[in-house]
């Protein structure tokens, strides 16, 4: 890769978390306005089980020796596209952020000849600040898939939460209970399988993946339908450094859609967190989705926060 004068590229490692991590929050900053990654989240993707760090990822150097960009792969099946973070700190090191990508789009090529492919889709976000990013991305071949929105509401004075329509119950869900786990990632697989996006992932490997999530079980739900599995929603503690509740999915079975449970979860999950002393609660919504789940979550509160477009390209394998 070509940088500026007196830098430099290396491979990293775990004690590198730390400088790591201080480039992620320089970035989120700009690009959000707060931090949004924590230490544990650097770590989680440099061991993920798809990723190499000899193969996978580089850190550059400014001619301080000080770490002001990385970039990682990110593929949590090991199956389907690719996703590639760059993070690079916006003050020092812009001029480090198109030699990291064209690195790894060659390392995806490599990825894709590995995996006996003839070629890989990668994509990558951008937040409406980055307006550099998004032209980087576009003379760099890329063009814009969707576009995802972020929405939150207060949970301050909340009101009680309404009783369930009739025949509908929302109940924890069993932790500890295998079955219960089991019952809970075909409610989640089933009702996403109509969704563009969806890459399904049988539920071994979706169980490996849990760990992570333990300390909000207390937070996961199963709505029934008259005594039928109907829904579930998981939620999970990224936001927490923001003291918000968040909700990573909401799954409804096709047959009990715009029967009043989705909501049900929702109202549920934020009852939950207010009494947790959360501040608000929040979620992300793909656009695209053809369930139209926005106007959903609308009409319990939420309302849109910030959008984040995904950009895509197709990447050769290497030699094809």
């Known amino acids: 890769m070509t940088l500026p004068v007196g830098w430099s590229a290396r491979r990293p490692t775990l004690d590198d978390v730390p400088a790591i991590l201080a480039v992620v929050h320089a ?16 770590e989680a993707a440099l ?18 020796g000080r770490i002001v960009g990385w970039t990682v792969v990110d593929n949590p099946s090991g199956v389907g596209r690719e996703f590639v973070d760059v993070y690079v700190d916006p003050v020092r090191a812009e001029a480090a952020r198109v030699p990291l990508l064209t690195r790894m789009l060659g390392r995806v090529a490599e990825r894709a000849a590995e995996r006996g492919l003839s070629a890989l889709t990668v994509r990558t976000a951008a937040f409406a600040p980055e307006t550099r990013w998004v032209a980087e991305l576009a003379e760099a071949g890329f063009t814009r898939a969707k576009r995802y929105v972020r929405m939150s509401r207060t949970l301050t004075g909340l009101p009680a939460e309404p009783p369930c329509p009739p025949g509908v119950t929302i109940r924890p869900l069993h932790v ?19 969704t563009s996006d969806y890459e399904p992932v049988g539920y071994e490997q979706w169980r490996e993946h849990l760990p992570p999530y333990v300390r909000t079980w207390d937070e996961w739900f199963v709505a029934e339908v008259d005594g039928v599995p109907a829904g579930a929603l998981q939620s999970s503690d990224q936001a927490l450094e923001q003291d918000q509740g968040w909700v990573r ?3 409804v079975l096709p047959a009990y859609r715009r029967h009043g449970v ?9 009852t939950v967190y207010a009494a947790k002393g959360r501040r608000s609660a929040g979620l992300g919504v793909d656009l695209a989705n053809p369930t139209s789940p926005a106007t959903l979550y609308r009409s319990v509160g939420l309302d849109e926060v910030r959008w984040t477009d995904m950009y895509e390209r197709v990447v050769p394998a290497v030699g094809v």
């Open 47 to 64: 061991t993920a089980p798809f990723v190499d760090p000899a193969l996978d990822s580089w850190l550059v150097g400014d001619h301080d």
């Open 176 to 194: 500890g209970d295998e079955a219960d786990l089991r019952l809970f990632h075909r409610i989640f697989d089933t009702a996403f399988r109509d």
């Open 262 to 270: 989705g909501a049900a979860l929702l109202r549920r999950a934020f």
């Open 27 to 42: 970035a989120d900053t700009f690009a959000i306005g707060h931090p949004d990654f924590d230490a544990e989240d650097v």
């Open 249 to 251: 999915t909401l799954s």
